[in-house]
């Protein structure tokens, strides 16, 4: 009588067989749990950043940041909107690097820019600076979108969220 050493090849077939059928029962969740984690990443962003921008005018007159000037760069754009976010800030939204008598506010967010977690434009932070006062929807050109006029500021991506039915400029 021979000892057996090995497996056949039907007991490998079977074991293949029975990891491949737990991998296609296994893999949705784990994959729809990447996805609820970024949706979870964008709503507290959304978050800081909205209240960033509250704080901000509070202390500012009710001017949002971005509709003035931060002495360098015009009212406006991208540039002066995260200066005056991210570096100490005077009454009328001059910016300085460092606080001193003249900028006592502020920083309102910590060191960069959050990127955007989900949509299109993942992984970056740039955002589109507009003053027309319409309601703001995602058209994907780039990770946020902001209003000076009205302080919205929404992820710029009309794709869909996790639920199938909410897109991510409605977060």
């Given at each position: 009588m021979r000892s057996r050493k090995a497996f056949t090849l039907i007991?490998?077939?079977?074991?293949?067989?029975?990891?491949?059928?737990?991998?296609?029962?296994?893999?949705?969740?784990?994959?729809?749990g990447s996805d609820d984690a970024?949706?979870?990443?964008?709503?507290?962003?959304?978050?800081?950043?909205?209240?960033?921008?509250?704080?901000?005018?509070?202390?500012?007159?009710?001017?949002?940041?971005?509709?003035?000037?931060?002495?360098?760069?015009?009212?406006?754009?991208?540039?002066a909107f995260k200066n005056?976010?991210?570096?100490?800030?005077?009454?009328?939204g001059n910016v300085s690097p460092t606080r001193d008598a003249a900028h006592p506010y502020g920083p309102y967010l910590r060191k960069t820019f959050p990127p955007a977690p989900v949509g299109p434009k993942k992984g970056s932070n740039d955002v589109a600076v507009v003053g027309d006062g319409q309601p703001l929807s995602g058209d994907?050109?780039?990770a946020w979108k902001y209003d000076y006029t009205t302080g919205e500021f929404i992820l710029n991506s009309n794709a869909v969220s996790s639920?199938?039915?909410t897109t991510y400029d409605d977060f």
């Open positions: 007991e490998l077939v079977a074991v293949v067989l029975i990891l491949g059928i737990l991998a296609a029962i296994a893999a949705p969740k784990v994959f729809r970024g949706e979870a990443a964008l709503r507290q962003n959304l978050a800081v950043i909205r209240d960033a921008i509250e704080l901000y005018a509070l202390e500012h007159g009710g001017r949002f940041p971005g509709s003035t000037s931060d002495g360098t760069n015009p009212a406006g754009t991208e540039a005056q976010l991210l570096m100490y800030t005077d009454a009328n994907n050109t780039t639920d199938g039915t």
